[in-house]
């Protein structure tokens, strides 16, 4: 069994949909095994909000645990707004673990978490740390 560390460290770029106001960004991180026939489910974690900001800095750590391996592990990333009537999605990428190098060390990136036509593409900065 493995142990799957996310360190959020920021993003940046987001676009501003709310009609009032700017956007309150916060990150829910999935994890689940994507198998032909029963995917399997490791939970879901929450990042705090950020208030009236398009370039959010966390600094935050979460950790999944009881992970049998980073075969077809797919780390779901969503970027919401927090709303009074209903949360809003902002961006959202799929990171398939297999496929990051994970296996050979910690890995360090940014990923883009959508496309603007008109301006420059948000992305989430990340630090992903995978230990059996």
Do not use: C
């Not at 009032?20 to 399997?40: C, H, M, R, T």
């Not at 990051?100 to 603007?116: F, K």
Request: hydrophobic share 35%; charged share 35%.
């Amino acid at each position: 069994m493995g142990v799957l560390k996310v360190f959020l460290d920021k993003i940046t770029n987001l676009a501003d949909d709310d009609k009032i106001g700017e956007s309150d960004p916060y990150v829910l991180f999935e994890l689940e095994q994507d198998n032909a026939l029963f995917d399997k489910n490791f939970g879901e974690r929450k990042s705090s909000k950020k208030k009236d900001e398009q370039n959010p800095v966390y600094g935050e750590t979460f950790t999944f645990a009881d992970v049998p391996s980073l075969h077809n592990l797919v780390l779901k990333v969503k970027v919401m707004d927090d709303d009074i009537v209903g949360d809003d999605k902002v961006g959202s990428v799929d990171i398939k673990l297999d496929r990051t190098g994970l296996q050979d060390g910690p890995v360090e990136e940014s990923w883009v978490i959508d496309n603007n036509w008109f301006s420059k593409d948000a992305q989430v900065f990340l630090r992903l740390t995978w230990s059996e």
